[in-house]
């Protein structure tokens, strides 16, 4: 099968779909941990306001139609159980401890890790059995 197959065969609606629960389970990830993600950070509220917010949820939609779009293309025509883990390790074994490798370089608390890491597990393994039930 060539790259042009793979891509004519994949659920570009479940794409979305997985995409859109990445960036709704953010919302809500970072409302629970708002304060000690920002203590993580050494963020003020100043420094929240600061952003460019059309930008930042823009940017962050477009890079999670990525990430489902990759897993989509791993998956292939597997099911939910194989989605959900293929989805529950690239978030835990490739995203979190890629984030916790960055974090010891960083010299940022466990916390950080924690909760940047635990959202894109969270976030991974639901996409994973979105893409992978949808078929």
């Given at each position: 099968?060539n790259f042009?197959?793979?891509?004519?065969?994949?659920?570009?609606?479940?794409?979305?779909?997985?995409?859109?629960?990445t960036?709704?389970?953010?919302?809500m990830?970072y409302s629970v941990?708002?304060k000690?993600?920002m203590a993580?950070?050494n963020?003020?509220?100043?420094?929240?306001?600061?952003r460019?917010m059309?930008v930042?949820?823009a940017l962050?939609?477009?890079?999670a139609?990525?990430m489902?779009l990759n897993?989509?293309m791993f998956?292939?025509k597997?099911?939910l159980?194989?989605?959900?883990?293929?989805?529950?390790?690239?978030g835990?074994?490739?995203v979190?401890?890629g984030i916790a490798?960055?974090?010891?370089?960083?010299?940022r608390?466990l916390?950080?890790?924690i909760i940047?890491g635990?959202?894109?597990i969270?976030?991974f393994t639901?996409m994973?059995?979105?893409l992978?039930?949808?078929?």
């Amino acid at each position: 099968m060539n790259f042009a197959d793979v891509i004519q065969n994949l659920n570009w609606l479940a794409i979305i779909v997985a995409a859109l629960s990445t960036f709704l389970i953010g919302g809500m990830w970072y409302s629970v941990f708002e304060k000690p993600w920002m203590a993580a950070n050494n963020f003020t509220n100043e420094d929240l306001k600061k952003r460019k917010m059309p930008v930042v949820f823009a940017l962050s939609l477009f890079f999670a139609f990525l990430m489902s779009l990759n897993l989509a293309m791993f998956i292939g025509k597997e099911d939910l159980v194989y989605g959900t883990i293929a989805g529950f390790l690239t978030g835990f074994g490739w995203v979190a401890l890629g984030i916790a490798i960055i974090a010891l370089f960083e010299n940022r608390p466990l916390k950080y890790i924690i909760i940047n890491g635990g959202y894109m597990i969270v976030s991974f393994t639901l996409m994973g059995a979105i893409l992978g039930a949808w078929k």
